[in-house]
């Protein structure tokens, strides 16, 4: 390769979305990528400037963004597939908090987040937003292990103080000055950054919300929290919080709905006054199809979502969700506004399209210029051989919905994230 350019250049079929309605497809095409990781270029053709640099070439393999999970709880992986008959509160207490109160031993967070960043790394996605727990040496353990892998992480040092165990509760200060010790230690810059976590309204008093505001304040820090799931919640909010006009207004009086960038995960019933103020202050929606099936809240409505002009992604929610495959949550996501689309025929469901946008483009935007195979996009990407998928005869398009419909991570031959390719 020509060192002197410090570029790299891919060659496969290419496939990508700029806008929700449609695919870009190039058939054999190139992606021209920078030194700094960025893409330069996607074409047809390589023009005579890249003449002499090399081309890494996949052959008649799919090169598509990589996934980007917008919701999940890191220390829930050994939980997965447990308890999926419970609703979201009992659920809660009987098998999350118990799991969670064990990253007080960095000997066992240390084992099982690195079973988790492993598996994020099987299954494609290369960013994501984290639950930790309220741990911070367990919090900066789990940060330095997506560091090691050069994936990228936003990862939340969990916030709370009431209705829950002891062994999960500290005080408002122990959690300033725990984030403060994460900030200094990882710093607010990279592809591993912290991210201001209440875990919901319930769990945190007013004085840890209005702690956890002025955090993110400070050091201009994003956001992350839980947003109407689940109708007894929703009720339980409203007791606790009775002078918020809707749940994400008690969030948004402590400056924790979009004064920093901020995603919701769920969102399954919000609407109304709710919803306004989500697009007003630009709060981002992570959808949790599994999740919401699972610890029975509801089916989000996404199309509406869409055509209001919010933003969505996906996320796999471990372990209320059973699946932390991205690829899966498309499929579920279809199935869901299709179940919305039974009940009434005026609402379409979803296409192939958006919920690959949803899923690359869309939730990308919170880590950056993330998710496209534009021009100064961030080269996030997944080379696909999909070819123990029998796809002679098929076109790209309908090759790349088979494998999101059939394959899994045995068909991811390379990962990169921000031009570097992730290896196990």
């Given at each position: 390769?020509?060192s002197?350019?410090g570029?790299?250049?891919?060659?496969?079929?290419i496939?990508?979305?700029k806008?929700?309605?449609?695919?870009?497809?190039?058939?054999?095409?190139y992606?021209v990528?920078?030194?700094?990781?960025?893409?330069?270029?996607?074409?047809?053709?390589?023009?005579?400037?890249?003449?002499?640099?090399?081309?890494?070439d996949?052959?008649n393999?799919?090169?598509?963004?990589?996934?980007?999970?917008?919701?999940?709880?890191?220390?829930?992986?050994?939980?997965?597939?447990?308890?999926?008959?419970?609703e979201?509160?009992p659920?809660?207490?009987n098998?999350?908090?118990?799991?969670?109160?064990?990253?007080?031993?960095?000997?066992?967070?240390e084992?099982?987040?690195?079973?988790?960043?492993?598996?994020?790394?099987r299954?494609g996605t290369?960013?994501?937003?984290?639950?930790?727990?309220?741990?911070?040496?367990?919090?900066?353990?789990l940060?330095?292990?997506?560091?090691e892998?050069?994936m990228?992480?936003?990862v939340g040092?969990?916030?709370?103080?009431?209705?829950?165990?002891?062994?999960?509760?500290?005080?408002?200060d122990?959690?300033?000055?725990?984030?403060?010790?994460?900030?200094?230690?990882?710093g607010?810059?990279?592809?591993?950054r912290?991210?201001?976590?209440?875990?919901?309204?319930p769990?945190c008093?007013?004085e840890?919300?209005?702690a956890?505001?002025?955090?993110?304040?400070?050091?201009?820090?994003?956001?992350?929290?839980?947003l109407?799931?689940?109708?007894?919640?929703?009720a339980w909010?409203?007791?606790?919080?009775?002078?918020?006009?809707?749940?994400?207004?008690?969030?948004d009086?402590?400056?924790?709905?979009?004064?920093?960038?901020?995603v919701?995960?769920?969102c399954?019933?919000?609407d109304?006054e709710?919803?306004?103020?989500?697009?007003?202050?630009?709060?981002?929606?992570?959808?949790c199809?599994?999740?919401?099936?699972?610890?029975?809240?509801?089916?989000?409505?996404?199309?509406k979502?869409?055509?209001?002009?919010?933003?969505?992604?996906?996320?796999?929610?471990?372990?209320g969700g059973?699946?932390?495959?991205?690829?899966?949550?498309?499929?579920?996501?279809?199935?869901?506004?299709?179940?919305?689309?039974?009940?009434?025929?005026n609402?379409?469901?979803?296409s192939?399209?958006?919920?690959?946008?949803?899923?690359?483009k869309?939730?990308?935007?919170?880590?950056?210029?993330?998710?496209?195979?534009?021009?100064?996009?961030?080269?996030?990407?997944?080379v696909?051989?999909?070819?123990?998928?029998?796809?002679?005869n098929?076109?790209?398009?309908e090759?790349?919905?088979r494998?999101i419909?059939?394959g899994?991570?045995?068909?991811?031959?390379?990962r990169f994230?921000?031009?570097?390719e992730?290896?196990?």
């Amino acid at each position: 390769m020509n060192s002197a350019s410090g570029k790299k250049i891919y060659r496969a079929n290419i496939l990508f979305t700029k806008e929700r309605t449609h695919f870009e497809v190039i058939e054999r095409g190139y992606v021209v990528v920078d030194d700094s990781g960025r893409v330069v270029e996607v074409t047809e053709h390589l023009s005579a400037e890249h003449e002499g640099i090399e081309v890494v070439d996949y052959g008649n393999r799919l090169l598509i963004p990589a996934m980007n999970d917008l919701h999940v709880h890191a220390p829930q992986y050994r939980n997965q597939g447990i308890a999926m008959d419970l609703e979201l509160l009992p659920w809660l207490q009987n098998y999350t908090f118990p799991e969670e109160m064990k990253y007080c031993d960095t000997k066992y967070a240390e084992r099982m987040y690195r079973r988790f960043v492993h598996d994020m790394w099987r299954f494609g996605t290369m960013r994501a937003c984290l639950f930790a727990t309220i741990h911070k040496e367990s919090t900066l353990l789990l940060m330095n292990i997506f560091k090691e892998t050069g994936m990228g992480a936003l990862v939340g040092k969990v916030a709370m103080n009431r209705n829950c165990p002891e062994g999960l509760t500290e005080t408002v200060d122990d959690m300033v000055q725990g984030y403060e010790e994460l900030i200094k230690e990882c710093g607010e810059d990279g592809l591993v950054r912290p991210i201001i976590t209440p875990r919901f309204v319930p769990s945190c008093t007013p004085e840890m919300l209005r702690a956890c505001g002025e955090l993110a304040a400070k050091y201009q820090l994003p956001v992350q929290s839980h947003l109407s799931e689940n109708k007894d919640e929703i009720a339980w909010v409203k007791e606790l919080e009775p002078e918020s006009t809707c749940y994400g207004d008690a969030y948004d009086r402590y400056g924790l709905f979009g004064q920093t960038p901020t995603v919701m995960a769920h969102c399954v019933w919000s609407d109304g006054e709710e919803l306004e103020l989500i697009k007003r202050r630009g709060v981002v929606v992570a959808h949790c199809p599994t999740s919401n099936f699972n610890v029975a809240s509801g089916m989000a409505p996404i199309r509406k979502f869409l055509d209001e002009g919010v933003k969505v992604g996906l996320g796999s929610d471990i372990s209320g969700g059973h699946d932390l495959s991205i690829f899966r949550m498309m499929v579920y996501a279809i199935q869901v506004s299709k179940m919305h689309y039974q009940q009434n025929h005026n609402v379409p469901f979803l296409s192939l399209s958006e919920v690959f946008w949803i899923a690359t483009k869309s939730a990308g935007s919170f880590f950056g210029r993330v998710g496209s195979f534009e021009p100064g996009y961030e080269f996030d990407a997944l080379v696909i051989d999909d070819s123990d998928l029998n796809h002679d005869n098929y076109t790209l398009l309908e090759r790349l919905e088979r494998y999101i419909y059939l394959g899994d991570d045995r068909q991811i031959s390379h990962r990169f994230c921000s031009g570097k390719e992730i290896k196990a």
